[in-house]
């Protein structure tokens, strides 16, 4: 089974939708972030959260929410789409404690395709 | 403004060939510095990490430098194959916070 996972895998919408894309991890991470990937550009950070009761926003959190529901789950909402919203959005985990502090890997979810029309 | 650069252009090597992938920052000072490989419609896979203070870092058959001078990091793969193919991302992670900052990646095409 995979340690982190997404849904939807893909999802067409229209503009103005509420859409929430899930993601659930079992590695045991603390640590999940979301991230939305577009052609040509790096991949860039939405929101994080080091533990259920922290939610930090990243780079681009204007039009996202977030939820933790649990250490396992940390779901992204659009709260009323917007045709630049299509990306590819992805979830990770780390872990704090496996060696170097805050600087290591993270592990990344397969990704859900969103397109807003 | 602050910058990671990473070649746009697909790079296409022979097989068995070492293929080199180059990572630029500009106005950034990380203490880490981040591999990642990424298949098409997958999500990147780490491969290795480098700290500031340390110049070479190697994992079979890859070899990771930071030069923190030129503000720059070689990817390298020896004796490289079909199955390297991929998109490689560097990511930079300053002292001060524990975000990546990540380049927009370089393909790898290695030809049989």
């Known amino acids: 089974d995979a340690d982190v996972t997404q849904t939807p895998r893909n999802r067409i919408t229209k503009t103005g939708k509420r859409i929430m894309l899930e993601c659930s991890q079992t590695?045991?991470?603390?640590?999940m972030y979301w991230y939305r990937q577009d052609p040509g550009l790096g991949l860039r950070l939405i929101y994080y959260?080091?533990?259920?009761?922290?939610?930090n926003k990243g780079e681009i959190s204007d039009g996202y929410s977030v939820s933790r529901q649990a250490q396992a789950k940390f779901s992204l909402s659009l709260e009323s789409a917007i045709p630049n919203q299509t990306a590819l959005y992805f979830c990770?985990?780390?872990?704090?404690?496996?060696?170097?502090?805050?600087?290591?890997?993270?592990?990344f979810g397969p990704g859900t395709r969103l397109t807003v029309l | 403004s602050q910058k990671i650069e990473q070649n746009s252009e697909a790079l296409n090597i022979q097989e068995g060939k070492t293929a080199t992938l180059t990572c630029n920052y500009t106005?950034?000072?990380?203490?880490?510095l981040q591999w990642y490989r990424q298949d098409p419609g997958r999500g990147p896979v780490f491969l290795l990490l480098?700290?500031?203070n340390e110049k070479e870092k190697r994992k079979e058959r890859l070899k990771v430098t930071f030069d923190t001078t030129l503000k720059q990091s070689l990817f390298h793969i020896t004796a490289s194959q079909p199955a390297d193919s991929a998109t490689y991302l560097c990511?930079?992670?300053?002292?001060?916070?524990?975000?990546?900052?990540w380049g927009a990646g370089t393909k790898l095409i290695i030809k049989p």
């Open positions: 990770a985990t780390s872990d704090p404690t496996s060696g170097i502090s805050s600087y290591n890997e993270q592990f």
């Open positions: 590695k045991g991470h603390d640590r």
């Open positions: 959260s080091f533990d259920v009761k922290d939610i």
């Open positions: 106005n950034y000072s990380p203490a880490y």
């Open positions: 480098i700290r500031e």
């Open positions: 990511a930079l992670t300053m002292d001060s916070n524990y975000q990546l900052i």
